[in-house]
């Protein structure tokens, strides 16, 4: 099941305005998209994350769905109004033509069930593109022990998009930040290690504040029983 992840500027004040026109969609249209599983929109400094879950074979098929499907298209044209275009961020040595954020890491591979009941975090730092194989290989170590496991994280995915990392992790817990308190206070030195060797190679995006970004609205298909 594929993720779209969109990114751009954005203005928290604009909050209010962007969950009314979402939740109009999504109360209204949403049903008739059965592939569509769900909406998740974060803010973070002055960016938003738009993530979408399709239950559909590719990225590919669902970008096209984001894209081309009428209602979809109609949904885009009325969030453009507060989503700007983000610039690509100081130093970025990658593409800027790509539609949306690329996923280059995910654990694990299989399909994740419940998605609808699972909740997401969303890490955002900066991060070059060269950096890719070290950032893979120090999550592919620690995803090879119980780590993840007793984090209580369900499923990890890595995406850049223009030099913005974003770090998403689901979980069945509802308050994100709990956990990752709790992974802090207990000060496992696999997960401080693996903090370091990070920090080395994605820098904060804002040097002042924490890295998690906030979740203003969420949508989720209903489940059948």
Known sequence: MPSIITVGKFDSDNVADVSKILREFDGEVASELPQLRRRQV??????????????VEDAAEAY???????????????LSTYF????AT???DGPIDQPTAERFYVWPAQHLENLEQTYSAVIVN?????????????????????????????RRQIYLWRGIYLHIQDFAEPDA????????????????????????VIP??????????TRFYHWAAEVSE
């Open 126 to 154: 900066t991060q070059r593109q060269e950096h890719i194989p070290e950032v893979s290989r120090l999550f592919a170590e620690s995803d090879s022990t119980d780590f993840p496991h007793r984090m209580g994280t369900l």
């Open 204 to 213: 904060p995006y804002d040097p002042q504040g924490n890295s998690l970004a």
């Open 177 to 200: 930040t709990n956990v990752i308190s709790a992974v802090w206070t207990e000060g496992d030195p696999r997960f401080l290690q693996l903090v370091d060797d990070l920090t080395r």
């Open 42 to 55: 974060f803010n973070y400094c002055d960016l938003y994350v738009h993530m979408q879950d399709w239950d």
């Open 64 to 78: 096209r769905k984001t894209t081309t499907d009428p209602r979809c298209a109609r949904l885009n044209d009325r």
């Open 90 to 92: 100081e130093g970025w």
């Open 84 to 87: 700007g275009v983000h610039a």
